[in-house]
Nanobody, 127 residues
Framework: QLQYAESGGGLVQFGGSLRLSCAPS????????IGWFRQAPGREREGVSC????????YYADSVKGRFTISRDTAKNTMYLQMNSLKPEDTGTYYC????????????????????WGQGIQVTVSS
């Protein structure tokens, strides 16, 4: 059974930073494209960022460009989302996702492309 060690969420003030981590067990990240999605209360889930299975060509949604950075550490089998200059509109549940030998679309991560999903990490940004 696949499991995901997720951490890094919480409550932060406007302008603060958080780093989300997601470490899957049961498969190796270096064969997988990775994506981060988020879902705000009352809204549909949206793709925030992605990286292809080669660890290249990152994508960022316009709403987070310049503030968020996606990365992975294959030695630790962990993916990250560094989030800086956080805003209240960044509040939501963040999901890590994985697609074996996948890419990162120019228009951003698409839910249907991903094979596995984390359980979600809650992020709340106060104004």
């Amino acid at each position: 059974q696949l499991q995901y060690a997720e951490s890094g969420g919480g409550l932060v003030q406007f302008g603060g930073s958080l780093r989300l981590s997601c470490a899957p067990s049961g498969f190796s990240l270096d064969e997988y494209a990775i994506g981060w999605f988020r879902q705000a209360p009352g809204r549909e889930r949206e793709g925030v960022s992605c990286l292809n299975s080669g660890g290249r060509t990152p994508y960022y949604a316009d709403s987070v460009k310049g503030r968020f950075t996606i990365s992975r550490d294959t030695a630790k089998n962990t993916m990250y989302l560094q989030m800086n200059s956080l805003k209240p509109e960044d509040t939501g549940t963040y999901y890590c996702a994985f697609e074996r030998l996948g890419g990162c679309r120019r228009k951003g991560p698409q839910e249907g492309d991903y094979d596995y999903w984390g359980q979600g990490i809650q992020v709340t940004v106060s104004s």
